[in-house]
């Protein structure tokens, strides 16, 4: 009997402990125990699925996709057990040729480092890989190989389910200047911004 009762004041013990842990990590730093949770609860707050994910060392980049606009989110996994949401931004910026929409974001970590998101929502079905660099804007590049000489950063992105998405750990003087290029099977460019 006095087993049976020990049995019930740790069960309840313990899920006591685990319901203030979720309530609490909510409300401090945004932590919250569900990888659906943060990605639901996290800004924008809005009704959407996820149409696109990807692994990047630890860290998990996912496009939320809502009847507005859709929006790139990095996920990082805290202690094991916890997920944030620690940078979103909205794919607004559309090419001039209308086949591309695309965005950038980057949060300061530590001293000159940035954790860095690119995302494009991909229009027109014959682009099939996106490529972003960071190459003086003022010299006229005339192809890709010359473009990844001339850059210190230089990013190729499968397409998958329309999206295309990346997470990199950057220095500051790399970030900024972005150029994103959409190449169709052959590796032609067919889009820019």
Known sequence: MDAKRRFKKRYIITIALIIIIQY?????GGYTLSESLVIRNSIPNINGKVVFEKEFN???VIVWETDTVNYIK???RNWGIFYRV???????????DEKMKITWSATNDKNDFYKTLFGTEVLDKDIVKVIVSNH??????TSLSEAKEKSTVYIEMDVENGYAAHYSYLKNAYVGGYT???????GEIISIY
């Open 24 to 28: 609490v990590s909510s409300y401090i």
């Open 58 to 60: 630890g860290n998990k």
């Open 74 to 76: 990095l996920i990082e």
């Open 86 to 96: 620690t940078n979103t931004s909205g794919m607004h910026a559309l090419t001039s």
């Open 136 to 141: 003086d804007r003022h010299k006229n590049i």
């Open 180 to 186: 994103f290029r959409g190449l169709n099977s052959q």
